[in-house]
């Protein structure tokens, strides 16, 4: 590690202390060179994954589409905010702990009626007629046998 205040390249750790949260490693260190102090902190650095779209394209991940997504499936219906935010989080969580540099955006999909199908039936059916692009009647009818099927589990 290098010193702040000279460059030098030589730095003594003195005190190492995990931080309050536990997120976190403190550092106090010494400069070999102009035995100043200072201090670093170590965290973990997760980064999301880059979505590959259906036509191969790359892009950054967006939580505010993942949101935006949800949030028109559950239009007008009664589901709470703090419940839409777990969602987003769980989501999220998902994707991060993947340890994917890049998952395809189907994969977004199916994580995003899975968490529909938890929160509100009626927006996992308008979510799937749209991801899964129903042409007719019968897929719909599928759909929604298949959720009366979940809910008599």
Do not use: W
Not at 21 to 35: F, I, K, L, T, Y
Not at 37 to 52: G, H
Not at 55 to 82: I, M, T
């Amino acid at each position: 590690m290098k010193c702040p205040f000279c460059q030098h390249d030589d730095t003594q750790v003195l005190d190492t202390r995990v931080s309050e949260a536990g997120d976190a490693v403190r550092r106090r260190r010494r400069c070999g060179s102009c035995d100043k102090r200072f201090t670093t902190y170590e965290r973990v650095e997760l980064s999301m994954p880059f979505i590959v779209k259906k036509n191969g394209s790359r892009s950054e991940y967006d939580s505010s589409k993942l949101r935006g997504s949800l949030l028109l499936a559950l239009r007008k219906r009664p589901v709470a905010a703090p419940a839409i935010d777990q969602a987003v989080a769980t989501i999220e969580e998902r994707l991060l702990t993947s340890g994917q540099r890049e998952v395809e955006s189907g994969y977004v999909g199916e994580l995003v009626m899975h968490e529909l199908k938890r929160l509100d039936k009626i927006a996992y059916i308008r979510f799937a007629s749209v991801y899964k692009n129903f042409e007719d009647l019968s897929e719909f009818q599928q759909a929604i046998a298949e959720v009366r099927q979940v809910r008599k589990s």
